[in-house]
C-alpha cells in the first residue's frame, strides 16, 4: 500500500486560494487512482475530485468543478489539488486517498490507504 502525506493546508479569505498536495510512498502511484476527499464540521466526508496518472482522467464534484483543479507530478509521485475562488463551505480537512485501479470510485470504502488530512479554513 501507499503512504500518503497532504500538506498545503491554512487559512484563507474567501475569494482566495491554495494548493494541496499529496505526497505518495512506498510504491508506484501511477497504476493508482488518487482521490480528494473533505469532511467539514459536523458533516460526513465527501469525496471532492479524482487523478489517475495511466489515463490521465480527472474528475470532480459538481460543488468545486471550475474552481478545482486536480494534477499529478510524476517526479516527485505528488498529486495536487489547486483550489481557487474558495467559499466558506469550502472549510473542511481535505483527505487525499489511493486506490489501485485504473478508473476512479466516488466511495470511501474503495480506497486502500488514506493521509493524515490538512485543515483549510475559508474565513474573513
Known amino acids: 500500500q501507499l503512504q500518503l502525506v497532504e500538506s498545503g493546508g491554512g487559512l484563507v479569505q474567501p475569494g482566495g486560494s491554495l494548493r494541496l498536495s499529496c505526497a505518495a510512498s512506498g510504491g508506484s502511484w501511477t497504476t493508482y487512482s488518487i482521490a480528494w476527499f473533505r469532511q467539514g464540521p459536523g458533516k460526513e466526508r465527501e469525496w471532492v475530485s479524482c487523478f489517475t496518472q495511466t489515463t490521465g482522467s480527472t474528475v470532480y464534484a459538481e460543488v468545486v468543478k471550475g474552481r478545482f483543479i486536480i494534477s499529478g507530478d510524476d517526479a516527485k509521485n505528488t498529486v495536487y489539488l489547486q483550489m481557487s475562488n474558495l467559499k466558506p463551505e469550502d472549510t473542511a480537512i481535505y483527505y487525499c486517498?489511493?486506490?489501485?485501479?485504473?478508473?476512479?470510485?466516488?466511495?470511501?470504502?474503495?480506497?486502500?490507504?488514506w493521509g493524515q488530512g490538512t485543515q483549510v479554513t475559508v474565513s474573513s
Open positions: 486517498a489511493a486506490r489501485e485501479a485504473f478508473f476512479c470510485s466516488t466511495s470511501l470504502g474503495p480506497y486502500e490507504s
